[in-house]
């Protein structure tokens, strides 16, 4: 027999028999081959591991911060633009009322409660700082949102003794930011249903807030203006504090909310705690959930879906854990 006969008759005895498997990989026979697996973007697992959790965790705190910096510095001013409009057209409707009272023959009446919290009380403007506010009464968090608060328990403004007024330092289109800059003599202009009253500024000073000098009763007639004198959100000792001297007599008094602890400016609101928590932890999920699909789904899709969730929630967070902080902040 030939050596072409033995070797042919010889292949099959030295083969592995491996079947189809070997007819389909002729270049890898004798080897034994793993099951394929399809590479497809949507098909691979999620691999997790220390190091992509901590650039996840990382990425995500980054995007949080600039997303709560955003809602703040730039959708916080927008809302007390608004917050602010509404208020002024609240107050331009008393203050016809009142004026088509007092040219009535019975003359104006005179208030017989004080202002409810949040309710526009004043027009505050100030020429040298080319600033406008409507004043609401009460310096909660969240009324200070919507502009400078009359503390409660002062006087009302243009009215006899201490009116007291907290406002934004820089959060929610701080309108109280340039407070340090005014100078004895600048003018003060306040507006009421009771009509327009006149200061002048007689004292610019930055220090410690003092409840019983800044907000107790005075020997004159006047307006101090009141607001952090720092940029961090948590400041609540040093402030800066205006004191202008009324021109002219005063209005007659109204009836005046009383002093509470939680109404100097310095605190924050403790009930916001729950709708930071339900919001920041629907953002933490809406994340998680936005991570997870990015993986294994289309792109765009992914941020079609998610990108309305997570800046609806990240707003609702950022607003939260402002309304935490100090009303002047």
């Given at each position: 027999m030939s050596t072409d006969l033995v070797g042919r008759h010889a292949a099959p005895d030295d083969a592995p028999e491996n079947g189809p498997e070997n007819a389909e990989n002729p270049g890898n026979a004798g080897e034994s081959q793993p099951l394929a697996v399809e590479a497809h973007p949507a098909g691979q697992f999620l691999r997790i591991t220390p190091g992509w959790v901590a650039a996840t965790v990382f990425a995500w705190l980054v995007t949080t911060v600039v997303a709560l910096s955003l809602?703040?510095?730039?959708?916080?001013?927008?809302?007390?633009?608004?917050?602010?409009?509404?208020?002024?057209?609240?107050?331009?409707?008393?203050?016809?009322?009142?004026?088509?009272?007092?040219?009535?023959?019975?003359?104006?009446?005179?208030?017989?409660?004080?202002?409810?919290?949040g309710a526009p009380v004043a027009v505050l403007e100030i020429p040298k700082l080319k600033l406008q506010q409507v004043v609401l009464e009460g310096v909660a968090s969240g009324e200070t949102a919507s502009g400078p608060g009359h503390v409660p328990g002062t006087a009302g403004l243009g009215q006899p003794g201490n009116a007291a007024v907290a406002g934004r330092y820089s959060g929610y289109g701080a309108p109280f930011g340039s407070l340090s800059t005014l100078v004895n003599g600048d003018e003060i202009v306040v507006a009421t249903t009771q009509g327009r009253s006149v200061y002048r500024v007689t004292e610019t000073a930055a220090r410690p807030l003092d409840e019983t000098a800044d907000y107790g009763k005075t020997d004159n007639d006047r307006l101090t203006l009141v607001t952090s004198s720092s940029w961090w959100p948590l400041a609540s000792r040093n402030a800066t504090v205006v004191t202008a001297v009324l021109e002219g007599k005063p209005f007659r008094p109204a009836p005046q909310n009383g002093r509470a602890d939680a109404q100097d400016g310095r605190t924050g609101d403790g009930g916001a705690w729950t709708g930071l928590v339900l919001a920041f932890g629907g953002f933490v999920v809406a994340a998680a959930?936005?991570?997870?699909?990015?993986?294994?789904?289309?792109?765009?899709?992914?941020?079609?879906?998610?990108?309305?969730?997570?800046?609806?929630?990240?707003?609702?967070?950022?607003?939260?854990?402002?309304?935490?902080?100090?009303?002047?902040?």
């Open positions: 809602v703040v510095y730039a959708l916080g001013p927008m809302l007390q633009a608004s917050d602010q409009r509404d208020a002024l057209s609240r107050i331009r409707i008393e203050m016809d009322r009142a004026y088509g009272a007092s040219q009535s023959l019975f003359g104006p009446q005179p208030a017989a409660r004080p202002a409810e919290f959930g936005a991570t997870v699909l990015y993986r294994r789904w289309r792109p765009v899709s992914t941020y079609v879906i998610t990108g309305p969730v997570l800046v609806t929630l990240s707003a609702l967070a950022a607003l939260a854990l402002w309304r935490l902080f100090p009303a002047w902040a």
